[in-house]
Structures are given as structure tokens and as C-alpha cells.
């Protein structure tokens, strides 16, 4: 692996362990057993720094996303589930810094990281109009703010608690598939 990717591996750790302010050149060549100065010679400032970890972020999880064909709602599920599951596990230091660098960095450096949710975004909501679902705006960010919730609460709170069960609810309401909502030509229970 080169210098420049130890080295932004290393930040990623450091950003996801210890927070935006704790990165540094000299922190990072430390963490990636680097000579001192190593990662400035690659990343002249922190804001470059800074940068090209959101960057590679974003590269990191476009690697990782391998989109799945979904045919059905019960396979966007079991792909959600797996996503977040993934990133609250064996990617959890990762998703922690994809986190306080979406709240510390200025909005022109965390760009690749909007683009990269933008691009998410169009895939849920491209998928759920597919399976039958309205696609409209509420039903993807609806989709999206319950994995985001698990995914955060896994990371900060219960990192074993179940998500499928949520996610499926989730999608299922969004493709109108609930089966525990009235149908049209049936009345509430109640």
C-alpha cells in the first residue's frame, strides 16, 4: 500500500476514534507508522488533509456499495439491512468519521460526501418507484432517515441491536406494501 494510502487510512482512524480536531499531520504519520512528514508531503495543509479523507471516504464506500439488481421489496431490504449492518461493524470507524466530517467540514471539502448521498439518494428512490412505489421525496428520505437512524443508533447507543425488522417495515410502507395498514376497500380496525 503506498504512503499517501496509509496515510489516509490512518486519518480515517483518527477522525472516527477521535474527532475532527484530532487530526493532524504528525497524529496521522504516527498512527500510520509513518517517518514524520510523510503525510504533509502528500497533504500540504489540513484543510488538504481534511479533503482527501472525505474523499477517500466517498471512494471507500462507491467501492464498497457493489449495487445490487433488487427485484423485489424484500431484497431492498435484505440489502439495506446488510449496508447498515456493514457500516455499523466492520466499517463503524469509517461511518464515525463520514459523520463529524459531514458536521466539521466546510461544505466545499465535504462536497464528494453530499455527492456520494445525492447518488444514494437517486438509487433508493429509483428502486422504490421500480418495485411499484411512489417515489416521491418523503418516501426515499423516509427509507433513508431509518437507516440513518439505525445506523446511528448502532453506532452510539446498542452496536448489536437488530435493524431488519425496521428496514422491511420501512420499505414495505414505502412500496405500499404494509401489511398492517387499512387497504382502501377495507375499514380500520378499531
Given at each position: ?18 474527532g475532527?480536531?484530532?487530526l ?7 498512527a ?8 504533509s508531503n502528500?497533504?500540504?495543509?489540513r ?8 474523499t ?21 431490504a ?24 459531514f458536521l ?5 471539502a ?9 447518488g ?14 411512489d ?10 432517515a431509518?437507516?440513518?437512524?439505525l445506523?446511528l ?8 441491536a ?12 414505502a ?16
Amino acid at each position: 500500500m503506498s504512503t499517501r494510502l496509509r496515510a489516509l487510512d490512518a486519518a480515517i482512524d483518527v477522525v472516527g476514534s477521535d474527532g475532527v480536531r484530532a487530526l493532524t499531520h504528525a497524529r496521522v504519520d504516527a498512527a500510520a507508522g509513518l517517518p514524520r512528514g510523510s503525510t504533509s508531503n502528500h497533504f500540504r495543509t489540513r484543510a488538504a488533509l481534511v479533503a482527501g479523507v472525505i474523499t477517500w471516504i466517498a471512494e471507500q464506500e462507491r467501492a464498497d456499495a457493489g449495487i445490487p439488481e433488487i427485484r423485489t421489496a424484500a431484497e431492498l431490504a435484505s440489502a439495506l439491512t446488510s449496508m447498515v449492518e456493514l457500516q455499523s461493524g466492520a466499517y463503524a470507524t469509517r461511518t464515525r468519521a463520514r459523520y463529524a466530517l459531514f458536521l466539521e467540514a466546510d461544505p466545499d471539502a465535504a462536497a464528494p460526501l453530499h455527492a456520494q448521498r445525492r447518488g444514494f439518494e437517486s438509487w433508493i428512490g429509483t428502486t422504490l418507484f421500480a418495485l411499484g412505489g411512489d417515489a416521491a421525496e418523503q418516501h426515499t428520505r423516509f427509507v433513508m432517515a431509518t437507516c440513518d437512524g439505525l445506523l446511528l443508533h448502532r453506532l452510539t447507543v446498542d452496536p448489536a441491536a437488530s435493524v431488519s425488522a425496521a428496514i422491511a417495515l420501512a420499505v414495505a410502507s414505502a412500496v405500499g406494501d404494509n401489511p398492517g395498514a387499512p387497504q382502501d376497500d377495507q375499514p380500520p380496525h378499531g
